[in-house]
Structures are given as structure tokens and as C-alpha cells.
């Protein structure tokens, strides 16, 4: 299946998102897909739709929406939860995971950027 197409939240900086491409990565932000001040539901749903897993600091929402969408049967490419980083170490762990999962290991997943230190 390849690297994860991510989809930043509209929490994250998107100035990561412009680092992610200028190193070739496929990184969207809700900016860009013009869903500013949508809900936290509605960010997953179009991060399914479109196969990208989600980057978010809502670890609380999103922890709960994985159970939703585990629980219906539903899929997610990834749900990647971070406490708030300096955007250098965002980037490097950020980096770290995309190195590490692929798109078809993080299918489904609810994944702890801490663990990519």
C-alpha cells in the first residue's frame, strides 16, 4: 500500500504539513480541504473517505471516535495522536513514525506519536 497520506487537524501547524511535502510526503491540512471548524467526527469521516490517516492533539476526541468507528464496523487509515511539540520535534517524530508504519499497518490503528521519539 505504500507510506500514509496523512491529513493534519485543524489543531496542528501547518507548516508542517508544507515540511512533510518539501520531503515528498502526501500531508494535507484541514485548510487545505477547506473543513476549518468542522467537528472532530467530521475530520475523520474525510480522512477515511480519502484514505489519509489523521494527525490531531485531540487525543481525548479522537481515542473515543477510534471506539466509535471500531465498535460500527467502520475503517480509518489512522487515527495519530501528539501532545502539543515544538514543531521541529513534531516534524522529527512525525518523520520517525512515517519511516516506521506503513499505510496498511496504521489501517484501523489509534497511534501514540510519543511512541516515535
Not at 32 to 54: C, K, M, P
Not at 84 to 105: I, P, Y
Request: aromatic share 6%.
Amino acid at each position: 500500500m505504500g507510506p500514509m497520506r496523512l491529513y493534519l487537524d485543524q489543531d496542528m501547524d501547518v507548516r508542517l504539513a508544507d515540511r512533510l511535502k518539501q520531503k515528498g510526503y502526501d500531508a494535507v491540512t484541514t485548510r487545505d480541504a477547506g473543513n476549518i471548524g468542522q467537528t472532530d467526527s467530521r475530520q475523520l469521516e474525510y480522512a477515511a473517505t480519502h484514505g489519509r490517516a489523521i494527525l490531531t492533539h485531540n487525543r481525548r476526541d479522537f481515542k473515543r471516535l477510534h471506539a466509535t468507528f471500531v465498535h460500527q464496523g467502520r475503517r480509518h487509515y489512522g487515527i495519530i495522536t501528539s501532545a502539543h511539540l515544538k514543531l521541529d520535534e513534531l516534524e522529527r517524530r512525525v518523520l520517525n513514525l512515517l519511516g516506521t508504519l506503513s499505510a496498511q499497518q496504521a489501517e484501523n490503528q489509534l497511534i501514540q506519536l510519543h511512541l516515535f521519539r
